[in-house]
């Protein structure tokens, strides 16, 4: 009786990364130019200590980021905007989503998305913006 209890407790317990985060807590949303990606997660990467190691274009839609922190974990960063709706040289609402670390370094991730929003939002509609 008792191993059934075990083995149902272990069963229905949470998902997710040792620290309990959650995919919806990996990511965020911000109004920006398409076009200042690449230069935004250039620099935010940089202020965080990640290192852009490849990145790909799955599809029209998306960059995927490879990264790797200082201490070697290895992580990913997607950004991605609406398949439809929006209008080339306007900002549009983009989704960015992270996961940095073996076990998902809570911290650096929230940084990251933090540092790239900000970025991001510096450099809306203008061609140039100071680093901060």
Partial sequence: ML??????????????SADGASP???SR????????VPAAVSVATGQ?????VDRS?????????????????PGVLEVSRPQNGWIPGLPVVLTLRCEVGRFENKKTQD????????????????DAAPIR
Avoid at 48 to 52: C, I, T
Avoid at 57 to 73: C, F, G, M, Q, T
Wanted: hydrophobic share 40%; aromatic share 4%; glycine share 6%.
């Fill in 3 to 16: 191993i059934a209890i075990a083995i149902a407790g272990c069963a229905s317990g949470p998902t997710g």
């Fill in 48 to 52: 965080v200590e990640l290192a852009v």
């Fill in 111 to 126: 940084h990251l998305l933090h540092t790239l929003m900000q970025r991001l939002q510096d450099l809306r509609g203008v």
């Fill in 57 to 73: 274009n799955p599809d029209p839609n998306r960059l995927v980021y490879e990264l790797k922190s200082i201490r070697d974990e």
């Fill in 24 to 26: 919806e807590q990996n």
């Fill in 29 to 36: 949303t911000v109004v920006a130019d398409w076009e200042d």
